[in-house]
């Protein structure tokens, strides 16, 4: 089994190596969230979303980072008048998303250091994002 995160690319040690059996069974694994957790996504989210929530602020996007993402989602639908996209659209706002978010977005103070520390130990670890899918 292997396991890899993509980092930033200013940042760009592999991280990436294989995990036995052993190391799977018995041990935790780490789960990561990437957007405003190893990443900070917010100017970038709120760059693409304009023209989706005319009105809302940087700081509505902030607090999709904080609590539940999806009720502060259904929050910024109630409290902007949301501009449905067209399914063109909002594949490309997918796209647009999936490929700055590792090449446009800094990662957290002290982020680096801990995956990279996380990787010497060998404790296995995750990345997940489900920012893209709304």
């Given at each position: 089994m292997m396991f890899e995160i993509q980092l930033p690319t200013e940042h760009s040690m592999s991280l990436r190596r294989p995990l036995s059996n052993d190391i799977m069974e018995n041990?935790?694994?780490?789960?990561?969230?990437?957007?405003?957790?190893?990443?900070?996504?917010?100017?970038?989210?709120?760059?693409?979303?304009?023209?989706?929530?005319?009105?809302?602020?940087?700081?509505?996007?902030?607090e999709l980072f904080t609590g539940n993402i999806w009720k502060q989602i259904e929050h910024l639908k109630k409290t902007h008048q949301e501009n449905l996209l067209s399914e063109e659209e909002t594949k490309e706002v997918r796209r647009v998303y999936s490929e700055n978010k590792t090449q446009n977005v800094q990662l957290y103070d002290g982020m680096f250091e801990l995956l990279k520390s996380l990787n010497n130990e060998r404790y296995p670890f995750l990345q997940t994002t489900i920012l893209c899918n709304y």
């Open positions: 041990s935790k694994v780490i789960i990561f969230d990437m957007d405003g957790v190893i990443i900070n996504s917010v100017d970038m989210m709120y760059q693409l979303n304009i023209d989706r929530f005319p009105g809302s602020t940087k700081k509505d996007f902030e």
